[in-house]
């Protein structure tokens, strides 16, 4: 079974300039989630998707981060403008069951420089 | 917030057991504590979850108080590949959202250091 796909897995931009992520869930499954984890933290929940409708953006910063699922599979992951403090690791996850299943599959992750 | 508390950094000999506890006394009746591990720049990997009963799988065992207000992960015969943060995790329901729809809120976890 492959796994939560995302690209790129590097990104180096300089602030005010936009960047997108983009992620390929494990097939089937229902819920995808992107998360934020800064350098020494654990992950912070950024937003929560089923199928292609939002159950959680409530840590998005929705002044500059925009998150969508087209058709409820890929997901794409933006920032514009993005700041110094963005610099982080952006991490997509996917679950089978309904919002929250038992087991949150994760990919690589894509880290983001900001200069 | 993270409902959990862990300690920042461990650390254990390889081929022993490694423990790693974790408190969670604000813990709801019918909350799942869950366990991930995150190996350096990889995302994190689910190792193990349970609710009140003790649980065991080919990863590690999950011993949970009987007041449910700690846990202890253990990795039974530490391997140099399992020095990774471990994170503990109380599954939390998603506010008004309906059934069956939960998050995980990451603390920032305990760095355990497998020594030869």
């Known amino acids: 079974e492959a796994g939560v796909a995302q690209s790129p897995r590097y990104k180096i931009i300089e602030k005010r300039q936009s960047v997108a992520f983009w992620c390929n869930p494990i097939s089937g499954h229902a819920t995808l989630y992107w998360y934020q984890q800064i350098l020494g933290q654990g992950p912070k929940l950024l937003i929560q998707?089923?199928?292609?409708?939002?159950?959680?953006d409530s840590q998005l910063p929705k002044d500059r981060f925009s998150a969508e699922r087209l058709k409820g599979v890929d997901s794409t992951l933006k920032i514009q403008p993005a700041k110094l403090e963005d610099s982080a690791v952006y991490l997509c996850a996917s679950s089978s069951q309904l919002a929250g299943g038992d087991e949150q599959y994760f990919g690589p992750g894509t880290r983001l420089t900001v200069t | 917030d993270a409902k959990t508390t862990q300690p920042p950094s461990m650390d254990c000999a390889e081929g022993r057991a490694a423990n790693l506890p974790c408190n969670h006394s604000?813990?709801?009746?019918?909350?799942?504590v869950y366990w991930y591990r995150q190996i350096h720049s990889q995302g994190p990997q689910y190792i193990i979850h349970?609710?009140?009963n003790n649980e065991t799988n080919e990863m590690a065992s999950l011993i949970i108080t009987e007041d449910r207000k700690s846990s202890t992960l253990i990795l039974p015969h530490a391997t140099l590949r399992d020095t990774a943060v471990y994170y503990c995790i109380v599954r939390v329901a998603q506010a008004g959202v309906g059934d069956s729809s939960y998050k995980l809120i990451f603390g920032s976890g305990t760095r355990l250091l497998v020594r030869p």
């Open positions: 349970g609710l009140k």
């Open positions: 604000t813990i709801s009746g019918n909350e799942y």
């Open positions: 998707f089923q199928n292609n409708g939002v159950v959680d």
